[in-house]
């Protein structure tokens, strides 16, 4: 049996990965730049809506400011997940820490939730006890702290938002700025009719678009935690164009999962006829993954069908075996 475990790949993947790492290097100092700057804007006029938010006994302000508060610890938690990730492969975590950006969108994505759990508590008892509310200070709060999040959120998307870490950053200064666009309204409301509990009714409007937000989040990074093949790809049809593959006969222990949320991979243990070269199909196997499915992070295991002890060496460890 002739076995190949990809040394040249892994040589030619190493430049690739080389190339790679410092692509992401440079994406991530952009990253902690936009993210940087949403974190002072934001910091910034957090103090002023806690302060106006307690004169106007406004629970929509209170809880724009306590989201605000959520948005900065949630840029902070992100920057340090960078910082994390940003550090090489070594010792122990041979794929180095590029998952400390997919806790930090757990993170992020629970937080959500369970401020949007404290928020709808406290909506519900103003709907049944409403407290008088100062409308012209919530409308003009409001405002400010709309302006602060539009430019917050148009700071961060300048960063890479199809990194979770980024997207869980954004996912909560956008939710914080649907907030500030609820509090003008009902201090709209509450200034032109005097209808108090509009407050409230505009907390529970952004505490579901929290809660939309927050599980979308979990989902996703607990997708990536489970390792799970990434969205849209289908690792049946993987198997098929491996199996279409010259001298392929058989794949099996296939797995593809995502290292973070913006890099896929791919191992599988490969059987090619005796006249194959394991080399060239392996090659070519990779080419196919790169060009047709984007994944360029393999690990291919190629060695010749042995068909007499075939039963002895290729059950997989799904105890099935995928057979042309």
């Known amino acids: 049996m ?62 724009d400011a306590a989201h605000m508060l959520t948005d900065a610890a949630a840029i902070v938690l992100a920057l340090v997940a960078m910082r994390f990730a940003a550090r090489p492969a070594g010792g122990r975590y041979t794929f180095g820490l590029a ?41 003009v709060t409001g405002l400010l702290g709309l302006a602060v999040n539009v430019l917050a959120a148009w700071a961060i ?15 909560h200064v956008l939710m914080d700025m649907f907030a500030s666009v609820a509090a003008t309204a009902a201090g ?25 937000g927050g599980w979308n989040l979990l989902g996703e990074s607990g997708r990536v935690l489970l390792n799970a093949a990434p969205a849209g790809v289908r690792p049946d049809v993987i198997g098929v164009d491996m199996l279409a593959a010259d001298g392929v006969v058989e794949v099996h222990d296939l797995h593809v999962w995502t290292i973070d949320s913006g890099q896929a991979a791919l191992s599988a243990h490969v059987l090619v006829d005796e006249p194959a070269d394991c080399h060239l199909v392996r090659r070519e196997l990779e080419r196919t993954l790169a060009a047709e499915h984007g994944i360029t992070h393999t690990t291919l295991q190629v060695d010749h069908h042995v068909r007499e002890s075939a039963d002895e060496h290729c059950e997989s460890a799904h105890g099935r075996v995928h057979r042309r």
């Open 99 to 139: 998952r400390a950006e997919i806790l930090s969108a757990a993170a992020n994505g629970l937080s959500l939730l369970l401020l949007a759990g404290w928020l709808g508590y406290e909506a519900i008892t103003r709907l049944a006890e409403p407290t008088e509310v100062t409308g012209w200070m919530v409308v």
């Open 2 to 63: 002739h076995d190949d475990h990809g040394h040249d790949g892994h040589v030619h993947d190493g430049h690739a990965h080389d190339g790679h790492g410092h692509a992401h290097g440079v994406s991530r100092d952009a990253d902690r730049k936009w993210l940087a700057i949403a974190l002072s804007v934001i910091a910034a006029f957090m103090a002023v809506e806690v302060v106006v938010g307690v004169l106007a006994q406004s629970l929509a302000l209170i809880s």
């Open 188 to 212: 709209l409301v509450v200034l032109l009719t005097g209808w108090a509990r509009a407050d409230a009714v505009a907390t529970l409007v952004v505490v579901v678009l929290m809660i939309r």
């Open 157 to 171: 998307g300048k960063a890479n938002r199809s990194s979770l870490n980024v997207q869980g950053a954004y996912q």
